[in-house]
């Protein structure tokens, strides 16, 4: 509980994002960014890692015989090239 407490300090309100316009006046406009988490925040990797650790379980228990090396989000699959596929389908 203690770390959703913590999560939220960061993500429970948008944070606005400053888009400048490409022209001499130089106007700015504000988006708010209410989803997903905030470009280059420490959480990020992390939150990402949470969120779907219970199904990449699912496919290392499920492919018992292939390697699943990942660092965050960059998930590969090694095994059979003919029968790789149908990890990605059941993923």
């Not at 960061?10 to 994002?17: I, K, L, Q, V």
């Not at 280059?40 to 379980?57: I, M, N, Q, T």
């Not at 496919?59 to 965050?72: A, R």
């Amino acid at each position: 509980m203690q770390l959703i407490s913590f999560v939220c300090a960061f993500y429970a309100f948008g944070s606005p994002m400053f888009y400048s316009h490409c022209n001499h006046e130089g106007n700015v406009t504000i988006m708010p960014s209410t989803m997903g988490t905030h470009q280059g925040h420490p959480l990020g990797g992390a939150l990402f890692v949470v969120a779907h650790s219970r199904a990449l379980h699912s496919i290392i228990s499920h492919f018992l015989s292939y390697l699943f090396p990942s660092i965050v989000n960059d998930i590969h699959t090694i095994g059979p090239p003919f029968i790789v596929s149908s990890t990605y389908e059941h993923f």
